[in-house]
């Protein structure tokens, strides 16, 4: 079946310093990949997608390029800043059944000091 | 910006009681879902629909029920609530590339 395997959390940052999740998948197929983020008390939401081998998904600075030899999505920044601290959950879309779920991993979270 | 509305956002109640969590999207995604997602932040699948009048459950078996009888609604059930039905319940819509929107939730805890 799918799975989605990502670094274990916390990641502890300063302001303004790099960022990589790393994001493996297990998947039949050519799945489609997300990263989403979930701030305290809130739902999810999408940060960005990539739907084919070597997409690079992107937005608010966060970036991630579809890996298919690696089967990786490593999600980047390159200078975070306090307002990027909460949970980052990369996911996959089965395009091979119909009910199309998400596949989620465990979720990292990312905590950013000033 | 995906509309997707959940309510109530937190809901305390005795064991027992009957709840019904409402999930509305105004977006005409004939595909929802909802995930349970336990205190360590995983999210697993509970149910899901592919449209009016369909419903499945979904990988982690939930005593809860669904029904999905106009497109934009999706409510979920528990007819005799129990502390270990305690977590947070995420509803989502998919849309055209298979990205979900996600409502912002609600926080269920059964005393």
């Known amino acids: 079946g799918n799975s989605v395997t990502q670094m274990e959390g916390p990641v502890t940052l300063s302001e303004e310093a790099f960022l990589t999740i790393n994001c493996t998948y297990t998947?039949?197929?050519?799945?489609?990949l997300f990263w989403y983020v979930q701030y305290p008390g809130e739902g999810l939401q999408l940060l960005l997608k990539?739907?084919?081998?070597?997409d690079k998904g992107s937005n608010k600075g966060f970036e991630a390029t579809y890996r298919k030899e690696t089967t990786s999505f490593h999600l980047e920044k390159g200078s975070v800043q306090v307002s990027d601290s909460a949970v980052y959950f990369c996911a996959l879309s089965d395009k091979d059944t119909g009910r199309r779920a998400l596949t989620f991993g465990s979720g990292t979270r990312l905590q950013v000091q000033p | 910006e995906a509309d997707i509305y959940q309510t109530p956002r937190y809901l305390v109640i005795g064991t027992g009681k009957k709840i019904t969590l409402e999930c509305s999207q105004t977006?005409?995604?004939?595909?929802m879902y909802w995930y349970q997602q336990d205190p360590g932040m995983e999210l697993h699948l509970i149910h899901y629909s592919y449209g009016v009048n369909s419903t499945e459950k979904g990988d982690l078996s939930s005593e809860s029920t669904v029904s999905r009888i106009r497109t934009e609604h999706f409510p979920l059930t528990l007819e005799s609530a129990r502390p270990s039905h305690t977590s947070q319940y995420l509803c989502a819509s998919r849309g055209s590339y298979n990205e979900q929107f996600f409502g912002p939730g609600t926080r269920l805890t059964v005393l």
């Open positions: 977006m005409g995604h004939d595909k």
């Open positions: 990539a739907t084919k081998a070597d």
């Open positions: 998947a039949t197929g050519y799945p489609s």
